[in-house]
C-alpha cells in the first residue's frame, strides 16, 4: 500500500510540475510570477593583444538574468577547454566583464564565451582569434 501511494504521489508531482512549465508565456511569466528563462543578452565581445596579453572585455544586457561565464581557449578552433569562470555581479541592467592572460607562443588562440542564465540555459559568444606577435602594443 505505501509503495502504491509513493508512486502515486509521485506521479501527481509530475503532472504538476509539467502543468506549470507548460503555463508559461513567451515572455517567461507563469502564474502572474516572473521565471529567468531568457538567455543571456551579450552586446559586445572583444578581444586584443596588449603587452603579449591576451585580452577579453564584453558588455551583456539584464545582467539580472546571467548566472557565469565560461571563457573557452582553443589553439585549432574547434577543441576547447575552460580557461576561466567568470561569476556576475548583483547587478540589473548593462554590465562590463572582462578576462586577460599572458600569451608565451606565437600561435593563435581562440577564445569563446560559454553564457548561463539563471535557468542554466547555455548559450555560446562568436569566436575570436588572437594571434601574438612577440611584439609589445
Given at each position: 500500500m505505501?509503495?502504491?501511494?509513493?508512486?502515486?504521489?509521485?506521479?501527481?508531482?509530475?503532472?504538476?510540475?509539467?502543468?506549470?512549465?507548460?503555463?508559461?508565456?513567451?515572455?517567461?511569466?507563469?502564474?502572474?510570477?516572473?521565471?529567468?528563462?531568457?538567455?543571456?543578452?551579450?552586446?559586445?565581445?572583444?578581444?586584443?593583444?596588449?603587452?603579449?596579453?591576451?585580452?577579453?572585455?564584453?558588455?551583456?544586457?539584464?545582467?539580472?538574468?546571467?548566472?557565469?561565464?565560461?571563457?573557452?581557449?582553443?589553439?585549432?578552433?574547434?577543441n576547447?577547454?575552460?580557461?576561466?569562470?567568470?561569476?556576475?555581479?548583483?547587478?540589473?541592467?548593462?554590465?562590463?566583464?572582462?578576462?586577460?592572460?599572458?600569451?608565451?607562443?606565437?600561435?593563435?588562440?581562440?577564445?569563446?564565451?560559454?553564457?548561463?542564465?539563471?535557468?542554466?540555459?547555455?548559450?555560446?559568444?562568436k569566436?575570436?582569434?588572437?594571434?601574438?606577435?612577440?611584439?609589445?602594443?
Open positions: 505505501k509503495k502504491i501511494i509513493a508512486v502515486c504521489f509521485t506521479l501527481c508531482s509530475l503532472y504538476f510540475h509539467q502543468k506549470a512549465f507548460s503555463q508559461h508565456n513567451d515572455t517567461g511569466i507563469a502564474n502572474g510570477s516572473s521565471v529567468s528563462i531568457l538567455p543571456v543578452n551579450l552586446i559586445s565581445f572583444e578581444g586584443k593583444l596588449n603587452n603579449n596579453k591576451a585580452l577579453l572585455q564584453w558588455l551583456i544586457d539584464k545582467n539580472e538574468t546571467a548566472y557565469r561565464f565560461d571563457v573557452e581557449r582553443s589553439t585549432d578552433g574547434i576547447f577547454t575552460i580557461a576561466a569562470l567568470v561569476f556576475t555581479s548583483e547587478k540589473n541592467g548593462n554590465e562590463n566583464y572582462m578576462f586577460y592572460e599572458n600569451l608565451n607562443n606565437k600561435r593563435k588562440v581562440y577564445y569563446r564565451l560559454k553564457m548561463y542564465n539563471k535557468s542554466q540555459s547555455i548559450n555560446y559568444s569566436t575570436l582569434v588572437i594571434q601574438n606577435t612577440g611584439k609589445a602594443n
